[in-house]
């Protein structure tokens, strides 16, 4: 995809501000749960060491030493700790998916105004990964990245200081080595994977991209005998995806096992440190193996932080990625809802449109009265389709102004406009479902008795009822199922269920013959009498029933003898 041209930046700081609370909860209960563990294994080494030493010193020793408050404390800290880790699980979770909905919400909301753009710049297959995998990841931010790091820092502190008031020495060990473990390993990470995330970020993406165009595409490309190309092609962006993947896997793999010898290393100086306390005089016996394991334990804390590095470079990807998608350049302004003009007249004057630094509209005018029929033709590429996107306000002209009821079209949107004008595309859409599904998802509210309604007044009626499963037909992917006459004629019948005060059609006879042709102009025309008609047509079928006709030359409009 290229790049936007304005500098691209994406911050997730304000859905995060908008689960700040359920983080700080799932902090809280993260570190409490950390912190459980290490008094767990602190309390535990002091007990087993502080039992053997009652042991040993006789009958005298034995019952002066109390196994009642130890053995509590371990409880406590063992069912605190299960209960802690549980909630919060249910509290970081709930924040990722909260995370990941809303930006699924604000992405879909970016996407929507930018399509024509993105229709010209960016594959289907990268949106669909952009939006779905990349949204994922930056929603996952606060679980895999933000808590690890900030329950590391937090706890780390506390069980230094608690080591520290038994003994200095042993939590100045003790901090060296969650220093190394929790910042060098994770920086090492970072500078090991980074490159290699943006690597196997970028195969996955092309692979994901080359397979749904191939699929999409697969007629085409057997026909042109490039199958055995596109399949070498794949297979060679799927070994250098493994290749990456490998090597950033073996990596992190390498830095999770390096945590090893730091933790054996500060186990055994917090031990001597401890030990040389206590011959000191100013350590009891069992508080030796009570900080040892102690140190032990507080590496769990800083265990997850390369993790959480490799997760923050995926992020950067991500949010790279979301910048360079959502912050395409949107063609037409955004503005505030206004109503619907009553009056339903469109009006274009002097409209200039300018495509790669040529001039597709130069000064193109035209007014369609209520009601009135006017058909546009033109030498292919001459801009009619262009005039059909400013008309419904998928562009925004370069110059002149266009009205719809009296109304300038930069105070309406296109979805306020699609309450009154229905667009029969060049190349009409349909989506996979059934018949029934692409009716109501163009008017939604339609009852069965006017989708079939449609359909007769289309031609298309008998044809459907003669399929097996009647308006519950597969379309397939594309209406895959449905001959290019049939997806026309239907399109034409999502159309007239909308009942538009004003009709655009693309070429709407366009793989008909000119009969069937003639006969759907007619029918669509006798559905909706009082519609204003704006049809866009290289053929004559459509013509006999207009009242104007005018000709695209040169960009500008001119009225044409039929
Ligand atoms: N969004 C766009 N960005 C860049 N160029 C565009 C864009 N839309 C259209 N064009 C260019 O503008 C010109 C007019 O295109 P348009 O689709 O409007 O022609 P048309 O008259 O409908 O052609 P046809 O009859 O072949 O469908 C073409 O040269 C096309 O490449």
Not at 107 to 131: I, T, Y
């Amino acid at each position: 995809m290229n790049a936007p041209t304005a500098k691209a930046s994406f911050s997730s700081k304000p859905f995060l501000y908008r689960i700040r609370w359920i983080l700080v909860g799932g902090l809280v209960l993260a570190s409490v749960s950390s912190l459980f563990t290490f008094g767990l294994l602190f309390l535990s080494g002091w007990f087993l060491a502080a039992a053997a030493v009652a042991g040993w010193g006789g009958a005298a020793a034995h019952a002066a030493f109390n196994i009642f408050p130890p053995a509590c404390g371990v409880r406590f800290f063992a069912l605190g700790r299960i209960v802690t880790r549980y909630l919060e699980r249910l509290v970081t979770h709930d924040a990722a998916l909260r995370n990941t909905g809303d930006l699924r919400t604000w992405s879909f909301a970016r996407l929507v105004p930018r399509s024509v753009p993105l229709m010209l710049r960016a594959r289907s297959g990268d949106v669909l990964s952009r939006f779905v995998k990349d949204t994922e990841t930056i929603g996952q931010y606060p679980l895999d990245v933000l808590l690890p790091c900030s329950t590391a820092v937090l706890c780390s502190l506390v069980m230094v200081g608690v080591a520290a008031l038994f003994c200095g020495h042993a939590a100045g060990w003790m901090a060296v080595g969650l220093t190394l473990g929790g910042l060098m390993l994770p920086v090492a990470a970072g500078r090991a994977c980074s490159r290699l995330i943006a690597e196997e970020v970028r195969h996955t993406e092309k692979l994901r991209a080359d397979l749904l165009e191939d699929l999409q595409g697969m007629a085409d490309i057997i026909f042109c005998g490039a199958a055995e190309r596109k399949l070498a092609e794949a297979a060679q962006t799927q070994r250098s995806l493994n290749k990456v993947s490998a090597q950033q896997g073996k990596r992190a793999l390498m830095l999770r096992h390096l945590l090893t010898p730091i933790v054996m290393g500060t186990v055994l100086l917090v031990l001597a440190a401890a030990s040389k306390a206590h011959l000191a005089g100013l350590l009891s016996g069992p508080e030796i193996p009570m900080l040892g394991l102690g140190a032990l334990t507080g590496f769990e804390v800083v265990q997850p932080l390369v993790d959480a590095r490799v997760a923050q470079a995926r992020y950067n990807q991500a949010a790279q990625r979301a910048a360079a998608l959502y912050n395409l350049p949107v063609p037409v302004d955004e503005v505030a809802k206004a109503p619907l003009p009553k009056r339903y007249d469109l009006a274009m004057a002097d409209v200039t449109m300018r495509f790669n630094g040529h001039d597709v509209l130069q000064g193109a005018t035209l007014h369609l009265a209520e009601g009135e029929r006017m058909a546009i033709t033109g030498p292919s590429g001459a801009g009619k389709t262009t005039l059909i996107r400013l008309a419904v306000r998928f562009l925004d002209p370069d110059s002149g102004s266009i009205s719809f009821g009296g109304t300038p079209l930069s105070d309406l949107t296109t979805e306020e406009l699609s309450g009154s004008v229905g667009v029969m595309l060049q190349h009409p859409h349909l989506f996979q479902g059934t018949l029934r599904r692409n009716l109501h998802l163009a008017a939604p509210g339609a009852t069965e008795e006017a989708m079939w309604g449609a359909l007769e007044t289309v031609g298309l009626a008998a044809e459907v009822r003669a399929m097996a499963e009647g308006l519950d037909t597969p379309c397939g992917d594309h209406g895959q199922s449905l001959s290019g006459g049939q997806i026309r004629r239907f399109a034409a019948a999502q159309v007239l269920l909308r009942k538009p005060k004003v009709m655009i059609l693309d070429e709407p006879t366009e793989s008909l013959p000119p009969q069937a042709g003639e006969e759907l102009i007619g029918a669509m025309l006798s559905a909706l009498p009082e519609a204003s008609v704006l049809c866009i047509t290289h053929r004559a079928e459509p013509l006999r029933f207009m009242n104007r006709v005018l000709r695209l030359k040169n960009g500008a409009l001119v009225p044409q003898k039929t």
